[in-house]
């Protein structure tokens, strides 16, 4: 799927899945080959085909991205009720998840207006204990360029909901 046409498809389902389970899944690769799946909250999509995450807690990512830059980034809507609705009706309305591949940075300091989008998603919890702990000091970023994009396929219960995407590009531009 092109990701510029289908960006903002791609924005809302991952807004969604974040709202119902509070991360994403990055993938990347150990030195020997092997797969590696860690939580990230922080991931913030920007402009079409670009995010950045906050690497403050990410132990084993940094060594494996020396090695290996790609990575994969799972979102999937996890509401029981979502899930539930879709089960009685025979079939998901909007795409129950989407994958994005792409290739990840170096290590970057935050810049101020990326600082204040990190302080705006977690708000809601200034005050907390776990904010001080966690999240005041966030300063570290990566950026992320992602050359594709899929989505979560489940035979007849999601035939209806690949509808939301632009088909007619399948790559982004200038990728092979």
């Known amino acids: 799927m092109n990701i510029e046409s289908n960006w903002k498809s791609i924005r809302r389902i991952f807004k969604q899945a974040f709202r119902s389970s509070l991360h994403y899944a990055m993938a990347t690769v ?10 990230i909250g922080s991931l913030l999509l920007r402009e079409p085909g670009h995010a950045i995450y906050f690497e403050e807690f990410t132990l084993n990512m940094p060594h494996n991205l020396e090695n290996n830059k790609n990575v994969c ?11 539930l609705s879709a089960l009685i009706r025979g079939g998901f309305n909007s795409p129950p998840g989407i994958r994005l591949h792409g290739t ?8 101020d207006g990326e600082i204040a989008l990190w302080q705006h998603r977690v708000r809601r919890l200034r005050g907390t204990r776990g904010y001080e702990t ?3 000091n966030m300063g570290t970023v990566r950026d992320v360029k992602f050359t594709s994009a899929d989505s979560i ?14 088909t007619k590009n399948i790559q982004l531009k200038g990728t092979a």
Do not use: I
């Open 30 to 39: 150990t030195p020997e080959g092997l797969p590696h799946v860690t939580p």
């Open 73 to 83: 980034v799972l979102a999937v809507r996890s509401g029981l009720l979502f899930w």
């Open 104 to 111: 990840v940075g170096p290590p970057r300091p935050a810049t």
């Open 134 to 136: 966690m999240w005041a």
């Open 153 to 166: 396929h489940m035979a007849e219960m999601t035939r209806a909901a690949g509808a939301c995407f632009d």
